[in-house]
C-alpha cells in the first residue's frame, strides 16, 4: 500500500512506480538539508538585522591626548558657567542646574539597556505591516466596485459622447454629398473650361482692333469667386472672372479713393487723363493726340471711338457704360468662335457684370459673370465694377475688391490644412441653408461675404490642423458662434484691412495692412430695422442646423 502523499504523486506523475517504504537513502538526507537551509535563513537575516542596530561597541579607554583635551573643555565650560551664574545673581534671575545625559532616559526603561532590542522594532514592523495590509485589503471589494462603477459610469458617458459626435459627423457628411458637393475634378475643369473661353472672347477682340485703337485693352482674365476658392455649391450662381482694364495710348488711369491711398474707403473713382502723343503720332502714326486735338478737328469716325465719349462720364470711367460696351463686344466675338464650341450662349441683363448663361447640348448650363476691374498701381488690388460684398455700382462708383488677395488665402489655407479638410464643407453647407431659407425673393442682409469673412477669421485664429475631417460637427459650430457674437456686438471687420496677422504670403499694401480695421456690419449699427432683419436670417440658419443635428440624436 502506498500513503496518501505517494498515491499523489503516482496520480500526477505514472512514470514513478516507487513505493514509500522503499525511499532511497538519499532522498532523506536531502530533505533533512533542505529542513536545515530553511531554518538558517531566517536565523542570518535576524543576525544581520542585529549586526545593522547595535553597531560594534568603542572602547572605554582614551588616549592622553584626547583625555587632556576634554579635560581642558570641561573647564572652560565651568568657568563660563561661573560667569553666567554671577551674571544671573546680579539681575535676580533663576539658573536652574542643567540635566544630566541620564535625566533625558525615560524613567521607564531600564538603565542597564539604553536601546531596545532588535526583536522589539522586529515585532513592532511585523504587527504594523499586517495592520496596514489588512486595512488595505478589506475595504478593497467596495472601493474596487465603486472604482469600477464610477470607471464603467464615465466610459458609458464618453462612449455616448463619442457615438452622438460620430453620429453628427456622418450626418452632416450625408448631408453634404446630398445637397452640396460638387466632384473637385469636375468643378476644376469648369473653372478651367470658363477660362480658357473668356479668354478667346477677348483674344477675338484684341485680334480686331483698329490700327489707331482709342478704347481700353482688355487683358486675360483671373479666375476669382467660390467656383475658384474651393466653395462652389449646387445652387452657386456663377463663375466670377475679373478682366484688367487697361488705358489706350494717349490715356491714363488715375484711382481715386476718398482721401489717401491707404484709406479703408470701399468705393472709388476711375479718372481718365489724356497725355501728349503728338510725337509718336508723327513717327508711327498709330495713335491720335486727342490732348492737342480739338473735338472739332476728328473725324465722325474718330469721334466715335473716342474714350472720353464712349466710356467716360465728366472725365470719369462709367461704369454701366463700360458694362454695355463690354456686353457689345462678347456678341461680336461670339459670333466668330461660336463654331469651336458645342454650346449656346444667352446674355443676361446686369448693370455691374457681363453675365452669360452658357446652355451646352449635353443638357448642363453654368452661368459667367464677367467683372471689369482696374488695378491700383503695383498691387493686387482693384476697383471692380461689382464688388465681393454685391454692393450695386452706379455711375461712376466702382466697387474696391480684394478677390485676388482671397483667392490667394484660400489656396494658402488649403495647402497646410489637413487633408479633406473641412474649412470649405461648413462654408458650403451654411451658405446652401441660407440660400435654402431665403424664399421671399428680397435681397439677404447677411451675404455669403459675411459669413465667408467669419471662416477666413477663424482660420487664421485656430490651428490648420483643427480642420480635420472627423471635426466638421465642431467646426461648423465656431463658425455660427462666430457670426452670433459679431451680431450682437454689430461689429464684424474686414478680414484684410487693418489685420497685421494676414500671412506674409499674401499680397497687401502696407498702407492697408496697417489701417484701421473696417467694420462691414457698420449699416446695422445705425439701422435697428436692419440689424433684426439680419438676426432673423440668421437664427434661420441655426434652426436649420438644429434640426439637422437633431436628426442624429433621435
Excluded at 477677348?202 to 485693352?217: A, I, K
Amino acid at each position: 500500500m502506498l500513503c496518501k502523499g505517494h498515491q499523489e504523486v503516482m496520480h500526477r506523475h505514472p512514470w514513478c512506480r516507487m513505493s514509500c517504504p522503499r525511499v532511497p537513502p538519499w532522498m532523506g538526507m536531502e530533505a533533512k538539508y533542505v529542513q536545515v537551509r530553511m531554518f538558517l535563513g531566517p536565523l542570518i537575516f535576524l543576525a544581520a538585522l542585529a549586526l545593522v542596530h547595535h553597531p560594534l561597541m568603542v572602547s572605554d579607554h582614551t588616549d592622553m591626548a584626547t583625555l587632556n583635551r576634554l579635560q581642558n573643555h570641561e573647564k572652560r565650560m565651568k568657568q563660563e558657567m561661573e560667569l553666567l551664574q554671577t551674571e544671573f545673581d546680579q539681575k535676580g534671575w533663576i539658573l536652574e542646574p542643567l540635566r544630566t545625559p541620564r535625566d533625558w532616559v525615560t524613567t521607564d526603561q531600564p538603565m542597564d539597556d539604553e536601546t531596545w532590542d532588535v526583536w522589539h522594532y522586529i515585532i513592532i514592523l511585523f504587527f504594523l505591516a499586517c495592520y496596514i495590509y489588512s486595512s488595505e485589503k478589506e475595504p478593497s471589494d467596495d472601493s474596487n466596485t465603486e472604482t469600477s462603477s464610477s470607471t464603467s459610469g464615465d466610459d458609458d458617458d464618453s462612449d455616448m459622447e463619442t457615438e452622438t459626435y460620430d453620429n453628427r459627423q456622418k450626418v452632416l457628411e450625408a448631408f453634404y454629398d446630398y445637397h452640396t458637393d460638387v466632384d473637385t475634378s469636375d468643378l476644376t475643369h469648369m473653372c478651367d473650361f470658363v477660362e480658357t473661353f473668356v479668354n478667346d472672347l477677348l483674344e477675338d477682340f484684341r485680334n480686331n482692333l483698329p490700327y489707331q485703337n482709342t478704347l481700353p485693352l482688355l487683358e486675360n482674365c483671373i479666375g476669382v469667386g467660390s467656383a475658384f476658392e474651393g466653395w462652389h455649391t449646387q445652387q452657386s450662381k456663377a463663375f466670377s472672372v475679373l478682366v484688367p482694364v487697361v488705358p489706350p495710348k494717349g490715356h491714363s488711369f488715375h484711382l481715386e479713393i476718398s482721401d489717401s491711398e491707404g484709406t479703408s474707403s470701399k468705393h472709388g473713382h476711375v479718372l481718365v487723363e489724356m497725355e501728349c502723343m503728338c510725337k509718336r503720332e508723327r513717327l508711327l502714326g498709330d495713335v491720335v493726340c486727342f490732348l492737342h486735338h480739338p473735338d472739332e478737328k476728328l473725324s465722325e469716325d474718330q469721334q466715335a471711338v473716342f474714350l472720353m465719349h464712349v466710356l467716360c462720364t465728366s472725365s470719369h470711367l462709367d461704369v454701366d457704360k463700360a458694362i454695355h460696351w463690354l456686353q457689345s463686344l462678347v456678341k461680336k466675338a461670339w459670333k466668330n468662335i461660336r463654331y469651336k464650341y458645342n454650346l449656346d450662349l444667352l446674355p443676361k441683363p446686369s448693370n455691374t457684370s457681363c453675365k452669360l448663361k452658357l446652355a451646352f447640348k449635353s443638357g448642363r448650363t453654368i452661368y459667367v459673370d464677367i467683372i471689369l476691374g482696374v488695378q491700383q498701381g503695383d498691387s493686387l488690388v482693384f476697383l471692380a465694377t461689382q464688388g465681393a460684398e454685391m454692393d450695386r455700382s452706379a455711375g461712376t462708383v466702382w466697387q474696391r475688391t480684394f478677390a485676388i488677395q482671397e483667392l490667394l488665402f484660400f489656396k494658402w489655407a488649403t495647402q497646410r490644412a489637413p487633408e479633406e479638410s473641412c474649412h470649405l464643407k461648413c462654408l458650403q453647407i451654411i451658405i446652401y441653408l441660407k440660400e435654402s431659407s431665403s424664399s421671399d425673393g428680397k435681397n439677404p442682409v447677411l451675404t455669403d461675404y459675411h459669413y465667408k469673412t467669419s471662416l477666413m477669421h477663424l482660420l487664421l485664429f485656430r490651428p490648420l490642423s483643427d480642420w480635420a475631417p472627423e471635426d466638421i460637427a465642431q467646426r461648423l459650430h465656431d463658425i455660427l458662434l462666430f457670426m452670433h457674437t459679431a451680431l450682437q456686438e454689430k461689429c464684424l471687420n474686414h478680414f484684410l484691412i487693418g489685420n497685421l496677422s494676414l500671412p506674409i504670403q499674401i499680397p497687401m499694401p502696407k498702407a492697408l495692412r496697417t489701417a484701421a480695421p473696417v467694420n462691414l456690419f457698420k449699416h446695422l449699427a445705425q439701422d435697428p430695422n436692419l440689424h433684426a432683419e439680419a438676426m432673423r436670417e440668421f437664427v434661420e440658419v441655426v434652426e436649420q442646423v438644429r434640426a439637422l443635428v437633431a436628426e442624429c440624436e433621435e
